[in-house]
């Protein structure tokens, strides 16, 4: 366990200061989006009120109140979440062929490594799951600054006031970021680690058969998707919404979740220790 936690955060050091810089980049783009968006509504209300003559409670009734999701549509807000998902996904394929095409062919060094290589897999797969929970976590501490700053330059008239949990549930695309309810929480991530899990294998099977790998990790790709997917796509074929019980679709999906996450790390660990060369 040690030698897995100390391989854990070697693998998030290497990736810090583009981490950092992602870190910085959602910081920066969504203070701006909440500055220029808040005095742009401001200075449409001031022209509002003084050139064309509407009292406050005119303008309102017209144009209606700014709140705080509204800053959230803007590419401002969802531009550099795009920009950190688009980067994870990357990572996912960069944590593992840096490690065969750098300088020292690094791999070699941790194969070298007095521990299993399924702890390898581990650890990478683990460092990417816990930036990823970084990336949501600091986001969770933006978003009361971000609302702090909003509420500072809107004045009370011209603004909704919401709380965090009012402004999470009223926007749909955060929401699946960042969900209202635990067991949504749950449901997303546990579903993301697995998908890591279908990733490192289809490129495990490339590193081992190489241009027949690529096809064979394509096709693991889609088997996998396919066969979490089945239920929905049994009711799709039968055109009936409630074939499944809820509490049955729900055992179901778990299992079929469960069953590819063993079966991703049962085939690894068989390419890493007899298929995979260096």
């Given at each position: 366990?040690n030698?897995?936690?100390?391989?854990?955060?070697y693998?998030?050091?290497?990736?810090?200061k583009?981490y950092?810089?992602?870190l910085?980049?959602?910081?920066?783009?969504?203070?701006?989006?909440?500055?220029?968006?808040?005095?742009?509504?401001i200075?449409?209300?001031?022209?509002a009120?003084l050139?064309?003559?509407?009292s406050?409670?005119?303008?309102?009734?017209?144009?209606?109140k700014?709140s705080?999701?509204?800053?959230m549509?803007?590419l401002?807000?969802?531009g550099?979440i795009?920009?950190?998902?688009?980067?994870?996904?990357?990572?996912m394929?960069?944590?593992?062929?840096?490690d065969?095409?750098?300088?020292?062919?690094?791999?070699y060094?941790l194969f070298?490594?007095?521990?299993?290589?399924?702890n390898?897999?581990?650890?990478?797969?683990?460092?990417i799951?816990?930036?990823?929970?970084?990336l949501i976590?600091?986001?969770?501490?933006?978003?009361?600054?971000?609302?702090?700053l909003?509420?500072?330059i809107?004045p009370?008239d011209?603004?909704?006031?919401?709380?965090?949990g009012?402004i999470?549930?009223?926007?749909?695309?955060?929401?699946?970021?960042?969900?209202?309810?635990?067991?949504?929480f749950?449901?997303?991530?546990?579903?993301?680690?697995?998908?890591i899990?279908?990733?490192?294998?289809?490129?495990l099977?490339?590193?081992?058969?190489?241009?027949?790998?690529?096809?064979?990790?394509?096709?693991?790709m889609?088997?996998a998707?396919?066969?979490?997917?089945?239920?929905i796509?049994?009711?799709?074929?039968?055109?009936?919404?409630?074939f499944?019980?809820?509490?049955?679709?729900?055992l179901?999906e778990?299992?079929?979740?469960?069953?590819i996450?063993?079966?991703?790390?049962?085939?690894?660990h068989?390419?890493?220790?007899?298929?995979?060369?260096?």
């Amino acid at each position: 366990m040690n030698r897995y936690m100390k391989l854990v955060n070697y693998e998030i050091n290497r990736f810090f200061k583009i981490y950092f810089s992602l870190l910085m980049i959602t910081f920066l783009s969504q203070i701006a989006g909440v500055l220029i968006m808040s005095k742009g509504y401001i200075n449409e209300v001031n022209r509002a009120l003084l050139d064309q003559g509407y009292s406050k409670n005119e303008y309102i009734q017209h144009f209606g109140k700014m709140s705080f999701p509204q800053i959230m549509d803007s590419l401002w807000f969802f531009g550099p979440i795009g920009v950190c998902a688009a980067a994870m996904i990357f990572y996912m394929f960069l944590i593992w062929y840096r490690d065969w095409f750098g300088k020292n062919t690094f791999i070699y060094r941790l194969f070298m490594l007095p521990t299993s290589r399924l702890n390898i897999f581990f650890s990478k797969a683990t460092a990417i799951f816990f930036m990823v929970l970084g990336l949501i976590a600091f986001q969770l501490l933006l978003l009361p600054l971000q609302n702090g700053l909003f509420q500072w330059i809107v004045p009370a008239d011209f603004r909704s006031l919401m709380t965090i949990g009012e402004i999470l549930c009223a926007n749909t695309n955060i929401g699946l970021i960042i969900p209202t309810t635990f067991s949504e929480f749950l449901s997303y991530y546990s579903i993301g680690f697995i998908l890591i899990l279908v990733v490192f294998t289809a490129i495990l099977f490339e590193r081992s058969y190489r241009l027949k790998g690529i096809v064979l990790g394509i096709l693991y790709m889609i088997l996998a998707g396919a066969v979490f997917l089945s239920p929905i796509l049994i009711m799709i074929f039968l055109q009936s919404n409630h074939f499944f019980y809820p509490l049955e679709f729900l055992l179901i999906e778990i299992g079929l979740g469960i069953l590819i996450a063993f079966t991703s790390i049962w085939i690894s660990h068989y390419l890493l220790n007899k298929k995979v060369t260096v």
